[in-house]
């Protein structure tokens, strides 16, 4: 009897084990699932976030780029440019208020130990000068962390067809007067994905440098010229809401004035 009942405890206990093995289980792979989602999660916020940062940068500084000269030891007007496969510097503009020293702003942006950096200034940082960039004084920020490299590459109008562009690896300025037309920027993460930005940039319209970009200043001077041929001898006109009429002539400066068939002040 004793014997009957001492067995049936022990598979009872066996039983009693095996249901607690499954619960703890059970248990520890929806803890472990619960982990590893809140990690990705985290993983996912993270890179939305550094997705935001690129863009607030691609759409306040590279979209804002304008073309910046400056004369370097030689006297010669340069245009402060400079666009590498790996990295980009440029001049651009920026909101300016309180204490800031101006409206223009110096950009480097590039790579540097798994971080995508980009570096400001209020003074000119000359591409041209290996060691002037250090002595100017600059802040630096982390746009986004987990960068492999960065890839820029700059839209530029083909030579062969007058409707496309063309996308260079480089851009230097020795090369080229004018800013490119879009510059897209290509980041490689540590994962193994990839995204991509691409941005007009400023003072590239069609009337500015795009449509003509080979006689833009020759086109601007002849226009201002007749502008200020039309505007030397040109005639105006303008009607008033109760029938009067005035006339302005630019060679005899001579008005008359009309209201209901009575002469107008101007003409007595």
Known sequence: ????????????????????????TIVG?????????YERSLRVTAKLKSFMAVDN?????????????WKDEEGTSRLLF???ENRIMFATLRR??????????????????????AEYSPYPRFPWQE?????????????????????FSYAEKSTENSNAVDFLTEYREEENSYLPLAVMMKLEFTDGSTEQWLRRVAGVSKESSYGNREDNSSNGDSAAGERSSSGSGGRQQTSGSGGGRQQTSG???????????RPGRAGR
């Open 1 to 24: 009897m004793n014997r009957r009942r001492s067995i049936f405890t022990l598979i009872e206990l066996v039983v009693a084990i095996g249901i607690l093995v499954m619960v703890a």
């Open 251 to 261: 060679g005899s400066g001579r008005q008359q004035g009309s209201s209901g068939g």
């Open 57 to 69: 940068l691609m759409d306040t500084h590279i979209r804002n780029m304008i073309p910046f000269k």
């Open 82 to 84: 400079d666009g590498e």
């Open 96 to 117: 300016s208020y309180g204490d800031r020293p101006g409206a223009l702003l110096f950009v480097r942006i590039f790579v540097e130990d798994e971080k995508l950096i």
């Open 131 to 151: 060691d002037g960039d250090e002595s100017m004084p600059f802040t630096r920020e982390v746009i986004a962390e987990n960068v492999l490299q960065v890839t």
């Open 29 to 37: 792979m929806a803890g472990a699932s619960f982990y590893q989602a």
